[in-house]
């Protein structure tokens, strides 16, 4: 089983701690379409919930990156 790039980039951002508002503006996508991958991620998986499909990808092994998504802290 595996996830598309965009339902992985939407659980990604979701598990980074983002509202799924966020993870589209994040990506440049409507909020609706957001909603829908994360909805064929949850069928994909069997999951009920956004924390129960970031757990059930990761216990099968989908690598979700937590941290590409966001700019690199500024140095000053």
Sequence with gaps: ?????REKDVLSLIAS???LEQAARKLGI???????????AFDKLGA????HA???A???GIE???LSFFD?????
């Design 1 to 5: 089983m595996s996830l598309s790039p």
């Design 64 to 66: 979700l990156d937590l």
């Design 48 to 51: 009920i919930s956004s924390p």
């Design 54 to 56: 970031i757990a059930l």
């Design 30 to 40: 409507s909020a609706r379409c957001a909603n829908q991958y994360r909805g064929r």
């Design 58 to 60: 990761l216990r099968i």
């Design 72 to 76: 690199p802290p500024k140095t000053t």
């Design 17 to 19: 701690g983002l509202t």
